[in-house]
């Protein structure tokens, strides 16, 4: 079966870079999508179509996707932006959906 | 606004069923498909499937074939997740989120559904 693989977690200090990976082998053919969960919440969608950011999400979330690795990149981190974060995607018949393992984002 | 409001939390013995609501509200319920999703305690997102609102025909992702049936009420806009000979390794968080058709992006979510299966 299909699989994306994110890191378990990152740690970055507030106000620096944080950069989070999924890879998988359809993603230079399919879209990455990527959500936000925090703490007993619902997950947010925060970059669709590999780098569009929806209505709402602020600027410093952005997105790439180059080869079988995609990569959600939050510039100047806020501690507000601890999280959970997850990859999202199909295999290359599209009929396979799956998500990333999550990658805890930790702000301190 | 896009609102998906979820049944309430669930105990259930090994062996039984259960059946979860979802009600949209804020859109066209047949212009937009209907995913589920499940959370474990303490796990990441699993997709399980999805349904088309227009036909009711659904698609299971492995794993999920067998005791989980997705089904429709387009009269009120609401989608069901039934799970029948509920076992232990079912409790979880189930979600339902909307989805486009012709693409596989979800992009509202319900609240979730807290599901124990206990004995």
């Known amino acids: 079966s299909y699989e994306l693989t994110q890191p378990p977690s990152v740690s970055v200090s507030p106000g620096q870079t944080a950069r989070i990976t999924c890879s998988g082998d359809?993603?230079?053919?399919?879209?990455a999508y990527w959500y936000q969960q925090k703490s007993g919440q619902a997950p947010v969608l925060v970059i669709s179509?590999?780098?569009k950011r929806p209505s709402g999400i602020p600027e410093r979330f952005s997105g790439s996707s180059s080869g079988t690795m995609a990569t959600l990149t939050i510039s100047g981190a806020l501690v507000e932006d601890e999280a959970d974060y997850y990859c999202y995607s199909t295999d290359s018949s599209g009929n396979h959906r799956v998500f990333g393992g999550g990658t805890k984002l930790t702000v301190l | 606004q896009v609102q998906l409001v979820q049944s309430g939390s669930e105990l259930k013995k090994p062996g039984a069923s259960v059946k979860i609501s979802c009600k949209a509200s804020?859109?066209?319920?047949?212009?937009?498909?209907m995913n589920w999703v499940r959370q474990a305690p303490g796990q990441g997102l699993e997709w399980m499937g999805w349904?088309?609102?227009?036909?009711?025909?659904?698609t299971y992702a492995q794993g999920f074939t067998g005791r989980f049936v997705f089904s429709l009420d387009s009269s009120v806009s609401t989608a069901y997740l039934q799970i029948s000979s509920l076992e232990a390794a079912d409790t979880a968080v189930y979600s339902c989120?909307?989805?486009?058709?012709?693409?596989?992006?979800?992009?509202?979510w319900g609240q979730g559904t807290p599901v124990t299966v206990s004995s």
């Open positions: 349904i088309n609102t227009g036909t009711g025909n659904p």
């Open positions: 179509d590999d780098s």
């Open positions: 804020g859109y066209t319920f047949t212009r937009y498909t």
């Open positions: 989120a909307r989805g486009v058709y012709g693409d596989y992006v979800i992009d509202y």
């Open positions: 359809a993603l230079p053919k399919k879209y």
